[in-house]
T-cell receptor, first 113, second 115 residues
């Protein structure tokens, strides 16, 4: 069975500050890892994903994440927060080759001026 | 092109009534998924369809939930005898294929409220 833990249901940062959203996973097989963002009253949008290869992956809107197998982590970062980044972020894992996603409970990112 | 669409966007129903939620996937996508997003439970997988293969129903929470996909395109999620714990946002997603390397595109969801 797979699981995802996102530390912190809410994270607050100031505009221009570093964004760090934490994600740890559990998987018995090599995982595929994803970060999704959800804006109010909208569906989920893929930010970035790790499947194989380079462990540092870059996504849209300046976000990136690093797969660390030894730490079973896939933390999401952005060097400088923007007001438009305020949203809920979900980390997800799937088996390599399969499509069912297991999601974390989400982290709401709050950005203050 | 058009994304995944869902209808209705909001649905309020009385406990015990049946409801149908509709999903129109992106044209050409063979895989279709239903998820449920509720407070305290996060996002849960419900069911997925891949082409003409038998659907994976492993995430359906009870036999009151069922889904079908007609003609490999539109899907309907039906909840019979709704309960208050069924209140949630139901999200549909589609992808080109079941392979995990293909992105799942999500619709805006249907917010179901059971009173």
């Amino acid at each position: 069975a797979q699981s995802v833990t996102q530390l912190g249901s809410h994270v607050s940062v100031s505009e221009g500050a570093l964004v760090l959203l934490r994600c740890n996973y559990s998987s018995s097989v090599p995982p595929y890892l994803f970060w999704y963002v959800q804006y109010p009253n909208q569906g989920l949008q893929l930010l970035l994903k790790y499947t194989t290869g380079a462990t540092l992956v870059k996504g849209i809107n300046g976000f990136e994440a690093e797969f660390k197998k030894s730490e079973t982590s896939f933390h999401l970062t952005k060097p400088s927060a923007h007001m438009s980044d305020a949203a809920e972020y979900f980390c997800a894992v799937s088996d390599a080759g399969y499509s069912t996603l297991t999601f974390g409970k989400g982290t709401m990112l709050l950005v203050s001026p | 092109g058009a994304g995944v669409s869902q209808s209705p966007s909001n649905k309020v129903t009385e406990k015990g009534k049946d409801v149908e939620l509709r999903c129109d996937p992106i044209s050409g996508h063979t895989a279709l998924y239903w998820y449920r997003q509720s407070l305290g439970q996060g996002l849960e997988f419900l069911i997925y369809f891949q082409g003409n293969s038998a659907p994976d129903k492993s995430g359906l929470p009870s036999d009151r939930f069922s889904a079908e996909r007609t003609g490999g395109s539109v899907s309907t999620l039906t909840i019979q005898r709704t309960q208050q714990e069924d209140s949630a946002v139901y999200l549909c997603a589609s992808s080109f294929s079941r392979q995990s390397t293909y992105e799942q595109y999500f619709g805006p969801g249907t917010r179901l409220t059971v009173t």
